[in-house]
């Protein structure tokens, strides 16, 4: 075998993986709970090109302050939680997986009931180099659309700023 039938050989191998990839992200995104989610986020500085926020999403639980089904308490961390969505809400119930996802104390958002907790770690969201993002001003919301996979991170489809009732799709063209 000669080098160039080599090389196509690889290069095609890589095409298919990616075709894949891309393959499993599509069919997630048409058969897998899309929700709205409340989210937080910060600006970090990381030596990769473009932007991006690390999203904190805001989970529930199904019932606060006991584990479902239990008496017992929640502590201020699960290690191990399953997300659906239940209600038009995030909802984490606890697992003895490892899934990589944990919700964790109080965020800054404050509900009535208290039950409303954190995401770990939080969701990456990239935008383009130059992309301008608009401020938020006091009574702004920043809401994430996400799919729900079977395993592993939410994925970000969208972000939009509510207003009171008024929602802003943010676009990054």
Do not use: C
Not at 82 to 92: F, I, W, Y
Not at 133 to 140: A, E, N, R, T, V
């Amino acid at each position: 075998m000669n080098n160039l039938r080599k090389s196509l050989i690889v290069a095609l191998l890589h095409i298919l993986i990616i075709l894949s990839l891309a393959g499993k992200l599509v069919y997630d995104r048409t058969s897998r709970p899309r929700i709205w989610v409340r989210t937080g986020s910060i600006d970090p500085d990381m030596p990769i090109r473009g932007r991006y926020f690390t999203l904190n999403i805001q989970v529930y639980v199904p019932e606060p302050g006991k584990k479902s089904g239990t008496n017992e308490d929640i502590p201020s961390a699960w290690q191990g939680v399953e997300l659906a969505a239940e209600n038009g809400k995030l909802v984490a119930h606890p697992t003895d997986k490892n899934t990589g996802l944990t919700i964790s104390g109080r965020g800054s958002w404050s509900t009535r009931d208290g039950s409303s907790y954190m995401l770990m770690p939080g969701l990456p969201f990239f935008i383009p180099e130059h992309a301008v993002m608009p401020q938020l001003k006091s009574g702004d919301e920043l809401w994430a659309e996400v799919t729900i996979p079977r395993k592993g991170p939410l994925r970000p489809i969208q972000l939009a700023i509510k207003r009171g009732a008024t929602w802003i799709p943010l676009t990054y063209r």
